[in-house]
T-cell receptor
Framework: DVKVTQSSRYLVKRTGEKVFLECVQD?????MFWYRQDPGLGLRLIYFSYDVKMKEKGDIPEGYSVSREKKERFSLILESASTNQTSMYLC??????????????FGQGTRLTVV | KNEVEQSPQNLTAQEGEFITINCSYSVGISALHWLQQHPGGGIVSLFMLSSGKKKHGRLIATINIQEKHSSLHITASHPRDSAVYICAVPRVQGAQKLVFGQGTRLTINP
């Protein structure tokens, strides 16, 4: 079974802190994603990586950065956490499809609270 | 108008009832995803389909590409089916980045 593992289920951080959310997948997938999920807004893409050291901005990248030094690991970084970044964060991975889409596999989510 | 619209937003039913959740989308797609999210947050992929119908246990997903519409059906619903069901389509045909519906919160009462 594909496993996408996020390092924490729950995190509480202070405003202004630098926050790292880690995601690891064990199926050698090329694509990895970071989403945030908020009530009434659904899932929104923050950043996408299609290969090691490659990244693309999603719909809401402001206030975030990412790092993909190894294929299996995709980190989301909040440079200076703010209260409006309190949210559920979900990581996902998928194979690199050529023309057809491939199935996406999600982690269990990290509920981040910034106080 | 959202690119992906789901209905209903909330659905409460009694155990054993037949459930239908609908998804309409406005972008051209190569495949549509149905996802399930239980309380606690983790998301599980249920189906990925590009035509016709797929069945897995009591879950059935159908898609009509011409009408840009998909349905998720649950037969003989059970309280453990209570979850949020989300449909998602690629933003651009063939691309990996998905755009998501708002989700349908399903509650099955015993």
């Amino acid at each position: 079974d594909v496993k996408v593992t996020q390092s924490s289920r729950y995190l509480v951080k202070r405003t202004g802190e630098k926050v790292f959310l880690e995601c690891v997948q064990d199926m050698d997938h090329e694509n990895m994603f970071w989403y945030r999920q908020d009530p009434g807004l659904g899932l929104r893409l923050i950043y996408f990586s299609y290969d090691v050291k490659m990244k693309e901005k999603g719909d809401i990248p402001e206030g975030y950065s990412v790092s993909r030094e190894k294929k299996e690991r995709f980190s989301l970084i909040l440079e200076s956490a703010s209260t409006n970044q309190t949210s559920m964060y979900l990581c996902a991975s998928s194979e690199q499809g050529r023309r057809m889409n491939t199935e996406a596999f999600f982690g269990q989510g990290t509920r981040l609270t910034v106080v | 108008k959202n690119e992906v619209e789901q209905s209903p937003q909330n659905l409460t039913a009694q155990e054993g009832e037949f459930i239908t959740i609908n998804c309409s989308y406005s972008v051209g797609i190569s495949a549509l995803h149905w996802l399930q999210q239980h309380p606690g947050g983790g998301i599980v992929s249920l189906f990925m389909l590009s035509s016709g119908k797929k069945k897995h246990g009591r879950l059935i997903a159908t898609i009509n590409i011409q009408e840009k519409h998909s349905s998720l059906h649950i037969t003989a619903s059970h309280p453990r089916d209570s979850a949020v069901y989300i449909c998602a389509v690629p933003r651009v045909q063939g691309a990996q980045k998905l755009v998501f519906g708002q989700g349908t919160r399903l509650t099955i009462n015993p």
